[in-house]
Nanobody, 124 residues
Framework: QVQLTESGGGLVQGGSSLRLLCAASGRTFSSNAVGWFRQAPGKEREFVAGISRSGSNTYYGDSVKGRFTVSRDNAANTVYLQMNSLKPEDTAVYYC?????????????????WGQGTHVTVSS
């Protein structure tokens, strides 16, 4: 079992930056690929970014490429999402998720563990 806890969300102005954290407890976190997803009101959960077990491979959704950076510190059991040049359309609840098997996946159903989410609100 892996327990995930997100933090770092908040209310910011457009153009600002935030860093989200996903802290893991339970089994060794380095054995899990991790994805960040977001869900805005009335919309489906959307893939934002993903990182492989070692951190050597990263993936991004088209809407955040060039603005967001995902990284991880396995010794600290933490994955980060650095969000720069935030836009109002980035407003959502952000979730991190981990997989038991395989690499980064693009769909929520492919993940085994989820955090409770952290709210990000970007004002114009």
């Amino acid at each position: 079992q892996v327990q995930l806890t997100e933090s770092g969300g908040g209310l910011v102005q457009g153009g600002s930056s935030l860093r989200l954290l996903c802290a893991a407890s339970g089994r060794t976190f380095s054995s899990n690929a991790v994805g960040w997803f977001r869900q805005a009101p009335g919309k489906e959960r959307e893939f934002v970014a993903g990182i492989s077990r070692s951190g050597s491979n990263t993936y991004y959704g088209d809407s955040v490429k060039g603005r967001f950076t995902v990284s991880r510190d396995n010794a600290a059991n933490t994955v980060y999402l650095q969000m720069n040049s935030l836009k109002p359309e980035d407003t959502a609840v952000y979730y991190c998720a981990a997989r038991n098997e395989g690499g980064v996946a693009w769909f929520p159903v492919q993940y085994d563990y989820w955090g409770q989410g952290t709210h990000v609100t970007v004002s114009s």
